[in-house]
């Protein structure tokens, strides 16, 4: 296929029109992606599951002058690439982060929703402490989980915090921008990989000399951008950056294991120092059909310090578990247990989610029964409640 200009005259833009309208569905579902596929029929992913949002199948040409409509100027780079990342506005309340790409039947593009309204950390549930690691002057910051866990979403409620509350100067380096940031308390400077920068790595070292107190780095995807952001980091700035590791203990073992076995004592050294905390999460389906984060935290403490440096990043669960009152550290499964004890989510959610089904199980029967013991004294202190009650009528109609 040639790289041909498009004639945005020639286009009568009906096909925006049409996915508009899922657009607008997917929105009023609650739904999180939206699938165009030529070849196929429209499809929404909501509360976790794809279904179909049409009957009729979306056509070759109709796919690529959707692709036309949609991108503009930016055709032939897709053509060219043979896929392209760029958002697009649906209204004032909600935004999309796009990847389109082809496949074998033509052109395809996954819809990923982002509210404009700009999420807070309590709207999501996240733990508290989540805001103490907003407060740090200095460190990094890292966001895990795989792919659609809302590590997105997590980080911004964190830059809207620390914009409301903090004044100081915000970088975001992302691919593509996502949530828009208005300065508020702070100064926020938001680049675009593609647009605006050629790549994280060239754009984290750019942003240091931009005068910044805190740098969002959208993703760290290769060893030049790890290490740019630890040294971003040790040189007093604040990173926030995202990983698809699955815990805080594979996170640690991943950035030391992405390094040659010569530079991994110097690594184990610069991580122990800077790693201010890791938020690791998974989504959990609730009891009412949605979804919501059950979240791992690492918070920075001598133990944690003493386990990277010394290569034990095994034991990291156990450090989080027994420091949960002190450091507010926790393990999933404890707070998939935390979870399950507000209600939130069914026995059969948490054990399917969960790091060790034996441990968590064993947890949740405990639970069960210290619940059951209780309410059965509760029952019990109301009988001998009652009991009493008419002991005292008994002696009342004695006196008469």
């Known amino acids: 296929m040639a790289a041909v200009e498009v004639n945005v005259s020639e286009l009568t833009f009906e096909m925006t029109k049409k996915l508009k309208f899922y657009l607008s569905k997917l929105v009023e579902h609650k739904g999180s992606d939206l699938h165009v596929k030529t070849g196929t029929t429209i499809r929404g992913r909501i509360n976790g599951e794809i279904v179909s949002f049409s009957k009729e199948a979306l056509g070759y040409q109709d796919g690529l002058t959707l692709a036309k409509e949609l991108l503009r100027s930016r055709f032939p780079e897709l053509v060219e690439k043979k896929n392209i990342d760029f958002t697009f506005k649906l209204n004032d309340e909600y935004r999309f982060r796009v990847n389109m790409f082809f496949q074998v039947d033509g052109v395809s593009a996954v819809f990923r929703t982002i509210p404009m309204v700009l999420p807070t950390i309590e709207s999501l549930h996240l733990p508290a402490i989540l805001n103490t690691l907003c407060d740090l002057p200095r460190g990094l910051i890292l966001v895990t989980g795989p792919t659609g866990s809302g590590k997105t979403t997590t980080l911004a409620s964190m830059i809207n915090r620390i914009n409301k509350t903090q004044k100081k100067h915000i970088i975001t380096i992302e691919d593509p921008v996502e949530f828009i940031y208005k300065d508020e308390s702070c100064v926020v400077n938001q680049r675009a990989i593609g647009q605006d920068a050629i790549s994280f790595s060239d754009a984290l070292r750019a942003a240091l000399r931009e005068d910044p107190d805190v740098i969002l780095v959208g993703e760290m995807r290769d060893l030049e951008t790890i290490e740019t952001a630890m040294h971003a980091a040790e040189t007093g700035h604040l990173v926030l950056s995202t990983l698809h590791t699955v815990d805080a203990k594979e996170t640690v073992g991943r950035i030391i294991g992405m390094f040659p076995g010569s530079e991994q004592n110097r690594i184990k050294m610069s991580l122990a120092s800077v790693l201010q905390g890791i938020v690791a999460q998974r989504l959990v389906k609730t ?23 010394e290569g034990r990043e095994g034991e990291i669960p156990d450090a989080l578990k027994e420091g949960k009152d002190v450091y507010k550290t926790q393990t999933f499964d404890q707070a998939l247990l935390g979870l399950y004890a507000e209600d939130r989510i069914s026995r059969e959610a948490a054990i399917q989610t969960s790091t060790s089904r034996n441990d968590l199980t064993m947890a949740l029967d405990f639970y069960d029964a210290d619940k059951s013991q209780k309410e059965t004294r509760k029952d019990e202190a109301r009988v001998s409640i009652k009991e009493l009650q008419e002991i005292d009528k008994d002696i009342l109609s004695l006196k008469k």
């Open 287 to 309: 009891v009412d059909n949605g979804r919501t984060a059950a979240v791992e935290i690492l918070v920075k403490n001598a133990r944690i310090e003493a386990l990277i440096l």
